[in-house]
């Protein structure tokens, strides 16, 4: 899984023109994470560097960069944690990019009200920045109520059993809290739906490289 969020610089390399637009809380920077991505863009970013990479000879033909399902986003977020965080079961804003007040308790830090760079924030014990915090994050996964549960469940095709919302629509599933949020929602285990269609300045994701 990377490291970080995908930045706006990384999109320009890979695709060109930002997929949306900059915002007063999105500010332009090569290591700020892109956002304003619909999930079809994020998918779209992951097949080209999938290209580029096989291209190059820096992924092996039998691998592919691709979203990852719920299930290795929160394995991955945890960190070999059961807490309610990879920092703990309190999460202070010391730690992680959110507005306004601390999860369960824990210190209180600054509140930027915007996106922060990439890495601007302690990592969790695999290394990996900003899963909890910064922005939302694309999953591969339709959205179910229930999850199946087993090894390495995989959603991505499941429409038909996909969870409609109270409008009808069905959506896909996004993680991690935002910098919008208070603390609670930033924990490991909280999902959200959201449509595919849709974009917004808080919502960009990151890249996993698998053998499918």
């Given amino acids: 899984m990377a490291k970080y969020e995908a930045t706006q610089g990384q999109w320009k390399r890979i695709i060109g023109k930002l997929p949306g637009e900059l915002t007063t809380e999105l500010p332009a920077g090569d290591d700020f994470p892109v956002g304003n991505v619909n999930f079809a863009e994020a998918e779209a970013f992951c097949q080209k560097l999938t290209e580029l990479g096989r291209q190059s000879g820096v992924l092996p033909k039998d691998w592919e960069f691709r979203l990852p399902t719920e299930a290795q986003w929160e394995y991955a977020c945890r960190a070999g944690t ?4 990879s920092f703990g079961n309190k999460l202070s804003s010391k730690q992680a990019n959110f507005k306004g007040k601390s999860y369960n308790g824990a210190e209180q830090g600054p509140s930027l009200n915007r996106a922060a760079r990439v890495g601007s924030y302690p990592a969790n014990p695999w290394g990996l920045h900003d899963m909890h915090g ?22 991505y095709s499941a429409k ?12 896909r599933v996004r993680r991690g809290g935002c910098w919008a ?8 285990a909280f999902r959200l739906r959201f449509e595919p269609e849709r974009r917004y300045d808080h ?3 990151r890249v996993v490289a698998v053998q499918p």
């Fill in 82 to 85: 059961t807490t309610a965080t």
């Fill in 134 to 155: 910064n922005t939302f994050e694309w999953c591969r996964d339709w959205y179910h109520a229930r999850l199946p549960g087993g090894t390495d469940p995989d959603l």
């Fill in 160 to 171: 038909s059993s996909a969870t409609k919302s109270e409008h009808g629509d069905l959506s």
């Fill in 181 to 188: 949020d208070e603390g609670w929602p930033c924990r490991s």
């Fill in 203 to 205: 919502i960009g994701f």
